[in-house]
């Protein structure tokens, strides 16, 4: 049973490009959330999405940033028009359909390095 | 709102020494508890949960946390650590129905030979 899957494991972009992270969730989760972390610091809670449905996305910024987790595919994070402050560690957690009493799974985390 | 204080950024110990990383959480209503590892350049596992009864919670490979109502605390410890143990640990808190996990700033737990 695979666990969560994160792709792409390091990517580094220029200023002004765009990022897309993905996520695939372990099989029979339904619930992803995006996690952020930034240097020497903790996750800090980004967005939580269900199939096709974005249920909160209070931590995520207000522009450049988007999340969407497709009926068919992976869920994917974007990042437009990146800047050096974005550069961190992106985790991806998933869990069961009703929650699973709050355990979230994660997956490796994406390593974005803006130039 | 749920807030995790870990209050050591870095702890180094010896090898089979004790050791306990210390957490504390602030919530007005019930939470659950969970402390993850995180080796270096990989993701976060899950290393133990508090969800409910028997306040003292086991993982595995050694660790063991104590939850405390009243002192509002979950510290995690482990009589005797190993080599493999160094890692960051990261203590985390959900409200009851809630569905964000709610991170501490985490701790560096350093094993010196």
């Known amino acids: 049973n695979a666990g969560v899957m994160q792709n792409p494991r390091h990517l580094v972009r220029r200023r002004g490009q765009e990022a897309r992270l993905r996520c695939s969730p372990m099989?029979?989760?339904?619930?992803v959330y995006w996690y952020r972390q930034l240097p020497e610091e903790g996750l800090k809670f980004m967005v939580y999405?269900?199939?096709?449905?974005?249920?909160?996305e209070s931590g995520m910024p207000k522009e450049r940033f988007s999340a969407e987790f497709p009926k068919e595919g992976p869920s994917i994070l974007r990042i437009q028009q990146v800047v050096r402050g974005d550069s961190a560690a992106y985790f991806c957690?998933?869990?069961?359909?009703?929650?699973?009493?709050?355990?979230?799974?994660f997956g490796p985390g994406t390593r974005l390095t803006v130039t | 709102a749920q807030s995790v204080t870990q209050l050591d950024s870095q702890v180094p110990v010896f090898e089979e020494a004790p050791v306990e990383l210390r957490c504390n959480y602030s919530?007005?209503?019930?939470?659950?508890l969970f402390w993850y590892v995180q080796y270096p350049n990989q993701g976060l596992q899950l290393l133990l949960k508090?969800?409910?009864?028997?306040?003292l919670v086991e993982s595995i490979n050694g660790f063991e946390a104590e939850f405390n109502k009243s002192q509002t605390s979950f510290h995690l410890r482990k009589p005797s650590v190993h080599i493999s143990d160094t890692a960051e640990y990261f203590c985390?808190?959900?409200?009851?129905?809630?569905?964000?996990?709610?991170f501490g700033q985490g701790t560096r737990l350093t094993i010196n030979p």
């Open positions: 985390a808190v959900i409200s009851q129905g809630a569905q964000k996990l709610v």
């Open positions: 999405l269900q199939k096709e449905n974005i249920i909160d």
């Open positions: 957690a998933s869990s069961p359909p009703l929650g699973g009493l709050g355990e979230q799974y």
């Open positions: 099989k029979g989760h339904s619930h």
């Open positions: 508090y969800l409910s009864g028997s306040t």
């Open positions: 919530s007005s209503v019930s939470v659950y």
